[in-house]
């Protein structure tokens, strides 16, 4: 199925430029290709050697794709704790792998799992995918390297995006607060933090509060609400992509040691209509480099480094789920101050919770979907001229 793009504008409201560019000009610089059908579809990543995609779907199972299109699946998962926002999450390779198949190919996944009596967390595995044939693989020698502290009752703002840093040596999680608000100030409890991990899940050496015992010795940066995207920017920098309430979505620029200020201070506001005091009350607290209000319901995001969309390269391309689409950010400045500006919205029909680039440059997206093959795989292309 191949269509191209009908680029409606979404509403613009951030704390940052108006849009320009593709938009204003009414250009359609992709077209768009699916790529297969998937059931509440979560993560995927892109093995670079191969071109093979993994998706893993959010009640507990795993599928691949191979570069030819031909569709597998991932046996040997762990039981997930599947409810509200809980589920199979984000799937990662481990970097500097090499090989013409996937079998032997080491991943990193992340899940809610149950605790004791009506408790959950977020949960980290590493495993080794064995195939005995292309498109069959299952998990060998699974180990779960790393558990949110504590586990905590509800089943929403697990977080648990994976991103590891440019030179492979450490492993960046995401974990959300619970929806618990005060987690985020405790540095008892890793909830509302961005840890900073070695491969084998021990907390990294130089964390900022290395010194102390866990979990408090795994935090690089505190203050998050629910962070669903995780990346690192072409100069190595790492970013990241928070939920804010009613209002408030953030990104941010993530520094070892900061506190990103939530619940003390959003540029959103309770569900219910009570105030947060706002990001600009608290210079001592780091602010986002933009943030928007109304919310873009963020799924995940990437830097763009391809060559397919030349225009593009060192953009934070955003999946959005409000309003679906694509949201395009432009950051400008230095190593002390970093903003972000909105370029670009690009209109979906659908909520798009994924979005990755492929080895080739093309960007591929998964639309959100609880039925069965209604998340679709969405490829997109340059507009040959």
């Known amino acids: 199925m191949l269509a191209t793009l009908s680029l409606l504008p979404l509403p613009l409201a951030s704390c940052g430029a108006a849009a320009t560019g593709d ?3 009414g250009e359609r610089p992709f077209t768009i290709e699916e790529m297969g059908q998937f059931e509440e579809p979560w993560a995927m990543d892109f093995d670079e050697p191969t071109g093979a995609l993994l998706v893993t779907e959010k009640a507990g199972t795993m599928r691949l794709r191979l570069a030819d299109g031909r ?4 046996t040997g998962l762990p ?3 599947y409810g509200g926002q809980g589920g199979l999450g984000d799937v990662i390779f481990a970097p500097g792998q090499s090989g013409p198949t996937l079998d032997g190919r080491e991943i990193y996944f992340s899940w809610a799992e149950a605790g004791k009596g009506d408790t959950r967390g977020a949960a980290v595995g590493r495993a080794t995918l064995s195939c005995p044939e292309e498109t069959a693989c299952t998990l060998d020698d699974l180990k779960v390297i790393w558990r949110q502290s504590l586990k905590v009752t509800g089943r929403g703002h697990f977080s648990h995006r994976l991103a590891f840093s440019p030179d492979g040596q450490f492993l960046f999680v995401s974990s959300g607060e619970r929806q618990k608000f005060t987690p985020a100030q405790d540095l008892t409890n890793n909830l509302g933090s961005i840890v900073r991990l070695l491969p084998d899940g021990s907390p990294a050496p130089g964390n900022p509060w290395a010194d102390k015992g ?4 795994q935090i690089w940066s505190f203050g998050h609400r629910n962070v669903l995207g995780l990346a690192f920017d072409p100069q190595g920098r ?3 992509l928070e939920h804010g309430p009613a209002g408030g979505d953030e990104l941010n620029l993530v520094k070892p040691g900061r506190n990103y200020g939530w619940p003390l201070v959003s540029n959103g506001d309770h569900y219910d209509g009570r105030p ?4 600009d009350t608290r210079p001592d607290l780091a602010a986002p480099a933009i943030s928007w209000n109304p919310v873009i319901a963020p799924g995940d995001f990437i830097f763009y480094t391809g060559e397919a969309f030349p225009a593009w390269r060192g953009q934070a391309l955003i999946a959005a789920m409000v309003d679906p689409g694509i949201v395009r950010v432009r950051i400008d400045g230095d190593i002390d101050v970093d903003k972000g500006f909105e370029e670009a919205r690009y209109s979906f029909d659908k909520r798009i ?3 990755e680039q492929a080895p080739d440059g093309t960007i591929w997206l998964l639309e959100d979907g609880k039925q069965r093959n209604s998340g679709k795989l969405l490829k997109l292309s340059p507009v040959t001229k």
């Open 79 to 81: 039981k997930v704790d």
């Open 276 to 279: 947060i005091p706002r990001h």
């Open 353 to 355: 919770r994924e979005i």
């Open 214 to 217: 866990a979990p408090t010795n």
């Open 71 to 74: 569709m597998g699946r991932v």
């Open 238 to 240: 790492l970013w990241d």
């Open 23 to 25: 938009n204003a000009q």
